[in-house]
């Protein structure tokens, strides 16, 4: 199965996260979103609670995500809702893509958070193959990035 995996990472929390992913998947390819400007802590926690998206730079011509059979798009949560960035990502990259898989980071201890995969379902269209929601600086996120890739795993 040919798997592109793309994050939005502010703190390098995500990222980390991304990559071990891509690290475990065999041929998968990892791209990072960007932005022309750092998007600051304030600026995205409003943007996210307005709904806004941020401004992206375009992805490499290389990459369409309507290539690949599955799309794993990673971003944090802020104020309850995917980031601006991934937001942008998935309004701009969803039309066409075959099928999608979530990845939402947060530091809230309080769990997961449903509206941000309902959002992320919303833009794209689809309901996603499989969802991971982590605090990445949990006792047991490794053991939940390595239960996610085997649920990814068996997809192809």
């Not at 791209?31 to 943007?47: E, S």
């Not at 980071?105 to 941000?116: I, L, M, N, R």
Request: proline share 6%; net charge positive.
């Amino acid at each position: 199965m040919k798997i592109l995996i793309a994050f939005y990472s502010r703190t390098m929390r995500t990222e980390r996260v991304a990559q071990q992913i891509n690290n475990a998947l065999e041929g998968s390819t990892l791209i990072k979103i960007r932005t022309p400007k750092r998007v600051g802590f304030l600026r995205g926690i409003m943007d996210s609670i307005k709904v806004r998206d941020a401004e992206i730079d375009p992805i490499s011509s290389a990459v369409d995500p309507r290539a690949f059979d599955l799309v794993i798009a990673c971003g944090p949560v802020w104020a309850s809702h995917i980031s601006s960035p991934m937001r942008a990502f998935l309004r701009k990259h969803s039309q066409g893509v075959r099928a999608f898989a979530f990845v939402e980071t947060h530091g809230a201890s309080k769990g997961d958070f449903p509206e941000v995969f309902k959002e992320m379902g919303e833009l794209t269209g689809q309901t996603p193959a499989a969802t991971l929601s982590l605090m990445p600086t949990a006792p047991d996120s490794g053991d939940q990035v390595n239960a996610f890739i085997e649920e990814i795993r068996k997809l192809g």
